[in-house]
């Protein structure tokens, strides 16, 4: 065996014993027979082991050489431009291609663009060396060799519609269809340039899954034109990463558009009980409660709003703030939502509660809450829901906006109407106007109103009586406006 396959059989990357020869030879040669073959050998081993990476996802910008093999997934139009200083122009194909770990554009160049027109196709496998540089999208890759490779195969699908599960970084031309979870105003801000930017957000599902979408500039708008429920397809959009997390992007290539169709979304959610301080996760429930918006003033002098709701489910409820436009949901008791990317902290009396901010999603799902058979079940017996805490009511609000900094105040707001009953039988009556009335149950507010839960109804009961929250009480007054005007309060 000579010195050449000795450190040849040492390599461990894709490549054949007559490639590693040549490149040897062309190493003693560019050396000028200050290295023998075996050193040369040894050189062309490290250069090649340098350059070839396990998968897409090892491609980094800054590195002199990528060597991969991937799918071509899908084949952009060729472009001119001129060169500077140059009379010829010169010209530039995009080729979408991907493996097992991701995906990646490669930029194919003059003659390559001419032959990755005429040549390439969907579908093929190619084995590619470049140079990868940071682009407009994430990582490209310069190419500046490539060959097909019929002999290995690629586990990738090649579609022109995708599922969220399928996206991964670097993806462009990405279609996909889903339905519209959560809108985001359309905001504006300054480029380096003086030009003023505008974007916005979407949230989209389907059945495998949850993405944010980012419009950018012409774009923007359309934010505002669609409601959450609807079903729309991205069209032309681009994968990239934020906080670890995967986005769609949508510049002025791309569009948005309601479609016909039926997408299911089936939202994955932890539950309540398992819950724990500094988390960010997914929950889903029933509405119990829902407090009044309050607006209050930051320290920077803007004005801040928020609402306070009480979501239950299977295991245990939880209060969950609503900041900033999440306030302005039109949510309410007996309504089914699903809440992703909520934030767990610290809430009243070393409680815990959700904090839904800017990146959270807030979706009212169908609900129940109008039925009979929602609060008491087919046969008349109460179902799990008519079981609810004594403590499910909202504490008036001491919440922190997570994306502001700032408290909201507390002990303010009436959680409610005063006469809103959970769980209770659908036929029993509200207490009329001008009726005396006396009324036994947990503080779950307090303050003026004070609010009290007695396991089926909140009362809103009007009185300055000095009572903490979790404490049994008993107020005995006339009802006005479905509010207890307390004379007292024992």
């Known amino acids: ?17 007559e490639e590693f020869r040549e490149a040897v030879e062309a190493k003693v ?25 396990g998968g897409i996802a090892d491609i980094e910008p800054g590195m002199e050489e990528a060597k991969f093999v991937a799918k071509v997934l899908s084949i952009g139009e060729k472009r001119t431009f001129e060169r500077d200083g140059e009379d010829e ?36 496998v190619l084995r590619i060396k470049g140079r990868p540089k940071e682009g407009f999208s994430g990582v490209e890759v310069s190419v500046d060799d490539v060959e097909p490779d019929d002999d290995t195969e690629v586990d990738v699908q090649v579609s022109d519609t995708y599922a969220i599960e399928d996206l991964s970084l670097g993806l462009s031309n990405v279609n996909l269809v889903g339905l519209l979870l959560d809108t985001d105003s359309v905001r504006t801000f300054d480029r380096d340039d003086g030009s003023e930017g505008k974007v916005s957000n979407l949230v989209l599902g389907d059945s495998t899954g949850r993405i944010r979408v980012t419009l950018w500039d012409e774009q923007a708008d359309l934010a505002t034109e669609f409601e959450p ?55 889903a429930g029933v509405v119990r409660s829902a407090d009044p918006k309050r607006t209050f003033d930051r320290d920077d002098g803007s004005e801040g709003q928020v609402r306070n709701i009480r979501v239950q489910d299977a295991t245990d409820d939880i209060r969950v703030a609503l900041w900033g436009e999440k306030a302005d949901i039109d949510v309410g008791p007996g309504d089914e939502v699903a809440l992703g990317d909520v934030e767990i902290q610290d809430g009243w009396q070393d409680d815990l509660e959700a904090s839904a901010g800017w990146q959270s999603t807030i979706t009212v799902l169908e609900s129940d809450s109008a039925d009979t058979d929602a609060a008491g079940g087919e046969d ?13 009511g909202d504490d008036g609000g001491n919440g922190n906006d997570s994306s502001d900094g700032e408290t ?57 009586a000095d009572v903490g929250l979790g404490e049994e009480v008993t107020a005995r007054g006339i009802v006005r406006d479905g509010r207890l005007e307390a004379n007292d309060v024992f």
């Open 1 to 17: 065996m000579s010195d050449i396959e000795g450190v040849y059989e040492d390599l461990e990357a894709d490549v054949s014993l």
């Open 29 to 53: 040669e560019q050396m000028g027979g200050l290295a023998d073959e075996e050193t040369a050998a040894m050189l062309v081993a490290h250069e090649v082991g340098e350059s070839e990476v």
């Open 89 to 124: 122009d010169g010209q530039v194909v995009n080729v979408e291609v991907a493996d097992e770990t991701g995906s990646v554009r490669a930029a194919f160049w003059d003659d390559h663009a001419e032959a990755a027109i005429e040549e390439l196709e969907e579908g093929q």
């Open 229 to 283: 429920g609807v079903t729309v397809e991205v069209v032309d959009g681009y994968v990239k990463e934020r906080d670890g997390t995967l986005e769609l992007h949508v510049g002025n290539r791309g569009a948005v558009e309601a479609v016909d169709e039926e997408v299911e979304y089936v939202p994955e959610s932890t539950p309540i009980e398992d819950v724990e301080i500094d988390q960010t996760v997914d929950l």
């Open 380 to 392: 008349g017996s109460s179902d799990e829901n008519a079981g609810l805490s004594a403590f499910a």
């Open 408 to 464: 909201a105040g507390s002990g303010d707001d009436s959680s409610g109407d005063g006469d809103e009953t959970v769980g209770a039988d659908a036929d029993s009556d509200d207490p009329s106007d001008g009726e005396e009335l006396e009324f036994t149950g947990v503080v779950v507010q307090a303050g003026d109103p004070l609010v009290l839960d007695d396991g089926e109804t909140t009362m809103s009961v009007a009185t300055d």
